[in-house]
């Protein structure tokens, strides 16, 4: 397990370490899914530090796949850090961000403290 559980809002949320393999694929996002179901968490926090090379970058699919992999599941998935320059160099990445964070599976995040204002504001 590359985490920990933490309740927030009162929701379960498996927080990745900042350490950890890189989410580059389906694989690494089934090892995630495992842990979280392992513990019954809902929700995880991945920091961006953890995603993989090109995974920002829309053309390789490959946030499309990932986060496919946990909707699929029933499980939301939070991106947690600062995502400022990949937005600011592509109009579909911060169209895409935006539309994630009108819903209610995919979010990305500053920090754990607008995790938690938005997982408060979801209930």
Known sequence: MTGRVETIAGVAVYVCDREGPPLDGERAASDILGDMFGCEAKVAAIPVERLGEGFLTLSTRLA??????????GRQVVFVG???AAVARS??????????NRGRHVWFV???????AKLAGAR
């Open 82 to 84: 600062d995502v400022s």
């Open 110 to 116: 500053a920090d754990m403290g607008e995790l938690e």
């Open 91 to 100: 109009d579909a990445l911060r169209d895409y961000v935006r539309e994630c």
């Open 64 to 73: 499309g796949e990932v986060t496919q992999k946990f909707v699929n599941y």
